[in-house]
């Protein structure tokens, strides 16, 4: 990669000529975009070293250990970027989602309460409160669900997915499948939606949205898999 993909390889003569915690960041960054984490995590590492109130490597390296699975991990550092950088909704917000994945779930909801006081825009700080709102059951999930999609606009596909989710819990499924619909391509809403009635043992009707995904995409293996495993639980009567 440091030989063939042209802006790497840029960014990594720069920071040869001028090393600095920006030189650093931005190598890092690159590295992300080719999914090389590791690498980006020692450049980010490199870049707190070099200016300790980097607030945005602070926040890169929190939401790295998130990825991995290891939240506890990046708990510092997203604490780090939030009190580098207080007026950032970027930072209050991953601290919440790092706080959501080690099951924190009110202080996640109060981070992204303050993602959104900060920046009343800041959709994906809504799009998380509308999530947090469906795991702990309120009664306000699709308002603030639809809140959420709103504000999206053309980046709202991951909130239409939590829109139909919110309106699932509610037990309104023709909502639920046509949100699913809207938040992306058909083969992707009619597995999710399979997906979601697993999930209530609707097992024959399941059997059918993984069938309408499969042949919208006969190469996705794992609706197929879908398709027998939910046909083997109806035939099997698994309750």
Known sequence: LESTDQRLLAVLLQLTVAPSAAAH?????????LDVL???????????HLDPTDATSFDA?????????????????????VYQA????????T????????????????????????DPN??????????????????????SCHRAVAAGGSLAKTPRNNLALAYAAAGDFGSARRWFR????????????????????????????????????????LAAARVRQARQAAAAGIP
Not at 39 to 47: D, P, R, V
Not at 61 to 76: C, H, K
Not at 95 to 118: D, I
Request: hydrophobic share 45%.
């Open 86 to 93: 207080p007026g950032s909704p970027e930072a209050a917000n």
């Open 122 to 143: 800041a959709w994906y700080a809504l799009n998380n409160i509308c999530y947090v709102d469906i795991l702990t059951r309120q009664m306000v999930a699709r308002e």
């Open 61 to 81: 390296m929190a939401r790295i250990w998130r990825d991995w699975g290891t939240p506890q991990l990046g708990l510092g550092d997203a604490y780090r970027a």
């Open 38 to 48: 590791d690498l980006a995590q020692e450049h980010y590492s490199l870049a707190v």
């Open 182 to 221: 809207l938040a992306g391509e058909p083969a992707v809403a009619n597995y999710n939606y399979g997906i979601l009635l697993m999930a209530t043992h609707s097992y024959e009707e399941a059997a059918t949205a993984f069938q309408a995904a499969l042949t919208e995409n006969p190469d996705s293996t």
């Open 95 to 118: 601290l919440g989602t790092v706080l959501q994945a080690l099951g924190e779930v009110s202080e996640a909801k109060r981070a992204y309460a303050r993602a959104l006081s900060l």
């Open 25 to 33: 960041r931005q190598v890092a960054r690159e590295y992300q975009r």
